[in-house]
């Protein structure tokens, strides 16, 4: 009894940080704060931790890029409630996207928002809104420079530099019974939004990386995007077919990392 309540204990240090299973934590592994060549696949990825979470309170990745040197922008909208069920404890976001195929200097700012409530206890009246602070990094896209590297972003000595956001779903509030038909809590709206505490729990293994990159490649093939080498017509048929499937422009590729760490 004893032996195994060491050994949990054990495993449990080896394996992980302590996984607080009620924050949905997003990650974003890529781009950082560097240079990449122009691309017509130029890969954005974010990893949501507690993805299961997001069934509720509407949680929402909006992404704008901004050419520094120049006029170009551009704005995404990614809603994390609309991925299917989602028992894995991460979930890559990716996105291969053709906006980035020329050279300039970029700020990307990104926020995480997510449905909110005030409750004033005087009147037991409600707000609801939506909340989110944005963050931002600048990247370069220069000619001659070397691709991004998906496993290396989420190396031990970088991953705890990456941008993440977090939504503690423990802070609830309880809502009076004239609003039952919004539910019987809802978000609290904080005076500052909770830390995220594991960026590098996300981590991206090489087999991982290449089935990113080529679900990258096979949604850009199946739209004929030019100056994307394609896989040979079989393999591409089939591979769009699977990737295209799970749906629009960002492909959902799940990973049951570190599940292990949840059972
Ligand atoms: C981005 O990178 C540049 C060059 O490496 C560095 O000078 C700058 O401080 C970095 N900015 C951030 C926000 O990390
Ligand atoms: C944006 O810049 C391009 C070239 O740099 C120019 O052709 C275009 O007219 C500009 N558009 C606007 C709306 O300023
Ligand atoms: C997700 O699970 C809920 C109930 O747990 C079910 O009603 C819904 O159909 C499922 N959605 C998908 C896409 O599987
Ligand atoms: C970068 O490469 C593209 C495509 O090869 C080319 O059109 C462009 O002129 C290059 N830019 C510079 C500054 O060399
Ligand atoms: C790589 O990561 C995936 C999940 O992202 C996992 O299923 C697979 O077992 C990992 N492979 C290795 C060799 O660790």
Known sequence: ????ALLLALSQILCCWAIDTRMLEVDLIL???DTYPPSPIFPIIFA???PSLAKSFQPMITLQVEQVDG???????????ESSNDTSSTRFLNWGTSKFDFEGKFRFTWD???DRCSLDKETDEVNFGRFSEFQSLYFTTKNGTSPADFVAATDDDTCDKALAQAINYADLSKLPATESTYGPSCLAEPTTLPKPTNPCNAKINSSAA??????????ACAR????????TPSSRSAASKTHLKMGGAWILATASLLTYCLA
């Open 71 to 81: 006029n170009f922008s551009t704005i995404d909208t990614f809603k994390l409630w």
């Open 1 to 4: 009894m004893y032996f195994l």
């Open 31 to 33: 781009p950082r704060n």
């Open 112 to 114: 995480l928002s997510m």
């Open 224 to 231: 004929d995007r030019p100056g994307v080498t394609c896989p």
């Open 48 to 50: 949501v931790q507690n």
């Open 210 to 219: 290449a089935s990113m990159s080529a679900a990258m490649t096979s949604i």
